[in-house]
Nanobody, 127 residues
Framework: QVQLVESGGRLVQAGDSLRLSCAAS????????MAWFRQAPGKERQFVAA????????SILDSVKERFTVSRDNAKNTLYLQMDSLEPEDTAVYYC????????????????????WGQGTQVTVSS
């Protein structure tokens, strides 16, 4: 089981870039698929991106695929989300999550696959 803490969210203007980080503590980070989800006010939680335990596979929401990049550094137990050309529609609380099972990728966009979640970091994009 890992514990997750997101950081990097803040108020930015449309067109700006932002990098979110998710620091993991505990055992097993390098064996777990990791993901980013977001939740905007009044909306359901939405999958954003996922990356397999070794970085060999990634999945990204179609609507952000040209602007967002997911990566990880297993030596630092850290997950990243690089967000470029931000739009007001990207405003949300962003959460990182770790998969329930080691060395599993499965259906990475399915929130039920993930067992540990961070507390979230707020990203606000002004127009």
């Amino acid at each position: 089981q890992v514990q997750l803490v997101e950081s990097g969210g803040r108020l930015v203007q449309a067109g700006d870039s932002l990098r979110l980080s998710c620091a993991a503590s505990g055992r097993g980070f390098s064996t777990l698929t990791m993901a980013w989800f977001r939740q905007a006010p009044g909306k359901e939680r939405q999958f954003v991106a996922a990356i397999s335990w070794n970085g060999g596979s990634t999945s990204i929401l179609d609507s952000v695929k040209e602007r967002f990049t997911v990566s990880r550094d297993n030596a630092k137990n850290t997950l990243y989300l690089q967000m470029d050309s931000l739009e007001p529609e990207d405003t949300a609380v962003y959460y990182c999550a770790s998969h329930r099972r080691n060395y599993a990728y499965g259906q990475p966009a399915r929130s039920a696959e993930y067992g540990s979640w961070g507390q979230g970091t707020q990203v606000t994009v002004s127009s």
